[in-house]
């Protein structure tokens, strides 16, 4: 998978969002508590909606993306009875193509995830089985190494290592993917955050970063700018706040003066 693949998914499926000025649109809000929706807007007729819904324990139970009518993914996610999460199942179509995928998650003695299995199904590409292997430094995420087998799950081969660095306030600020495909290459993302909550409740979708983040964790605060270490992507974001911290909007500004802005809207 391509580092850009990857930034671009990351971008994507987290409903990125935020605004330029102290703001208390009520249009967009009245309590602040949950995010419901975020629209991203990439021109007059284009944009991306992304629906958030949770269970009767204000945990996140729910996404759906519609960039159109025929175009949307789905994510339900389902957990334990001490509220970690089980399994994720995802279904989406586009451009006539439909997928579907199955996700299982594991943990240790102490409650860390330690491994995943994912499932995939698409009628446009070969079935593949991605697996996840998750090792810690204390309570901190060091390094995921993922796996892929294209027989049911058979034999694997090794996709990825990916290890990660925090800041104090447990925010990833780097992660380096050493590639074991070919090319074998190494690619590096830094990230820069703000100093205000990060109210996004997921960091993305079922493979990226996840499933960590989907439990007890997630960006502290709120992303301001992606870089690599190849020039592959650099994204710098543009914040503004409610008055009590909730993103309502955010601008997206890329390399080649590609601009798009995302509006949070909470209950």
Known sequence: ???LSLITLFLFLTGLAACKKESTNTGQGTT???LLKTVAKFS???EIVTNYSYDANNRLSGIKITSSATDQYTEKFFRDGSGKLDSITAT???DGIVSNSTSSFFYDAGGKLHLSFARFHSSGSQDRTDSSVYSYVGSLLQKRTDYRSFDGGHTYGLLTEVSFEFDAAGNVTK???DWAVNPNTT???VFQYDDKPNPVPRIDGFFYWAPIFYNDYKMQNNLLKISSNNG???SAFEYGFTVNNKPLYRRQTDPADFVYETLYYYD
């Open 32 to 34: 602040y508590n949950h």
């Open 175 to 177: 992660s380096i993917f």
């Open 232 to 234: 592959d992507h650099r």
């Open 92 to 94: 989406g179509s586009s």
């Open 1 to 3: 998978m391509k580092l």
């Open 187 to 189: 690619d590096t993302l």
């Open 44 to 46: 007059p007729t284009k």
